[in-house]
């Protein structure tokens, strides 16, 4: 029964920044349990490289994609739509990142954030409506999986202004959602903490170590505690939730 309730065989997923840290961490551990996985990036050289990667595991197909602008997610929508009649899982990963003193903080580092952490999950899950519709129902809904971040629930240390709050809004636009689109589809986020990735890499090699002493689980994210957490969401046994926050941080939003 296990197997069953975790199972997401057969399905088909959209991992947007599926090419790197915590995207290709959920995208490798989906295909290794047997779906089908699109990955998209803005660099497409990096997203064929994943899949190709990926594709010895299992099917996992490089999709090109500027989701920064409502017309960047349109077509990558429609490029899904050319190629499938339904789309079960929606992981939406792909995200933007700046750090700036305060007394510098400009325009473009609020644009930068919240044009793809904030309008980017919004817009690309508003034009695969009709795929997640085709694939969900009560009784088994399609899947939406935003990714925000531990920083959107307390105020991080780092001058990362506009990124903070776009992880907030991107955990209140899941709620909203989440009552929006059920029963056919559930909306849920992941708030990780840290996780070995290009956008943590400086955090790390500057702080990892006191990081993780301070960790109540006193280490750093693996990449199958984010897969797991993923996969959970999409299967059987996360079925009957929505509207979820769920930190995946080894408890450091807990003090």
Same mark, same amino acid.
């Given at each position: 029964?296990?197997?069953? #309730?975790? /199972?997401?065989?057969?399905?088909?997923?959209? +991992?947007?920044?599926?090419?790197?840290?915590? =995207?290709?961490?959920?995208?490798?551990?989906? +295909? *290794?349990?047997?779906?089908?996985?699109?990955?998209?990036?803005?660099?497409?050289?990096? /997203?064929?490289?994943?899949?190709? *990667?990926? /594709?010895?595991? $299992?099917?996992?197909?490089?999709?090109?994609? @500027?989701?920064?602008? *409502?017309? $960047?997610?349109?077509?990558?929508?429609?490029?899904?739509?050319?190629?499938? =009649?339904?789309?079960?899982?929606?992981?939406?990963?792909?995200?933007?990142?700046?750090?700036?003193?305060?007394?510098?903080?400009?325009?473009?580092?609020?644009?930068?954030?919240?044009?793809?952490?904030?309008?980017?999950?919004?817009?690309? %899950?508003?034009?695969?409506? !009709?795929?997640?519709?085709?694939? =969900?129902?009560?009784? *088994?809904?399609?899947?939406?999986?935003?990714?925000?971040?531990? @920083? $959107? #629930?307390?105020?991080?240390?780092? @001058?990362?202004?506009?990124?903070?709050?776009?992880?907030?809004?991107?955990?209140?636009?899941?709620?909203?959602?989440?009552?929006? #689109?059920?029963?056919?589809?559930? +909306?849920?986020?992941?708030? !990780?903490? !840290?996780?070995? /990735?290009?956008?943590?890499?400086? %955090? #790390?090699?500057?702080?990892?170590?006191?990081?993780?002493?301070?960790?109540?689980?006193?280490?750093?994210?693996?990449?199958?505690?984010?897969?797991?957490?993923?996969?959970?969401?999409?299967?059987?046994?996360?079925?009957?939730? %929505? $509207?979820?926050?769920?930190?995946?941080?080894?408890?450091?939003?807990?003090?």
């Amino acid at each position: 029964m296990s197997a069953v #309730l975790f /199972s997401i065989d057969s399905k088909t997923a959209l +991992v947007t920044g599926g090419s790197r840290g915590i =995207g290709k961490m959920i995208a490798t551990g989906f +295909v *290794e349990a047997g779906a089908k996985v699109y990955i998209a990036a803005r660099k497409h050289a990096a /997203s064929e490289e994943t899949a190709a *990667e990926l /594709s010895k595991l $299992g099917e996992c197909i490089a999709l090109q994609a @500027d989701l920064s602008t *409502e017309e $960047g997610c349109r077509a990558l929508a429609d490029e899904i739509i050319a190629r499938e =009649g339904r789309l079960d899982i929606l992981v939406n990963n792909a995200g933007a990142t700046w750090g700036t003193p305060l007394e510098d903080f400009d325009e473009a580092a609020w644009e930068r954030a919240l044009s793809v952490n904030v309008k980017g999950v919004f817009h690309l %899950t508003k034009f695969l409506l !009709p795929l997640l519709r085709a694939a =969900g129902s009560q009784e *088994e809904p399609a899947r939406v999986i935003n990714i925000g971040s531990i @920083d $959107g #629930l307390r105020a991080p240390r780092m @001058d990362t202004f506009s990124y903070s709050a776009s992880k907030a809004a991107v955990h209140m636009l899941t709620r909203h959602l989440a009552g929006k #689109l059920a029963p056919e589809i559930t +909306v849920n986020a992941i708030a !990780p903490g !840290p996780f070995e /990735s290009k956008m943590m890499a400086e %955090t #790390l090699r500057n702080f990892g170590d006191s990081i993780a002493a301070t960790n109540p689980l006193k280490r750093i994210g693996r990449p199958d505690d984010m897969a797991g957490t993923a996969i959970f969401l999409a299967s059987r046994a996360g079925s009957y939730l %929505t $509207g979820t926050i769920i930190p995946v941080d080894g408890g450091i939003s807990t003090i």
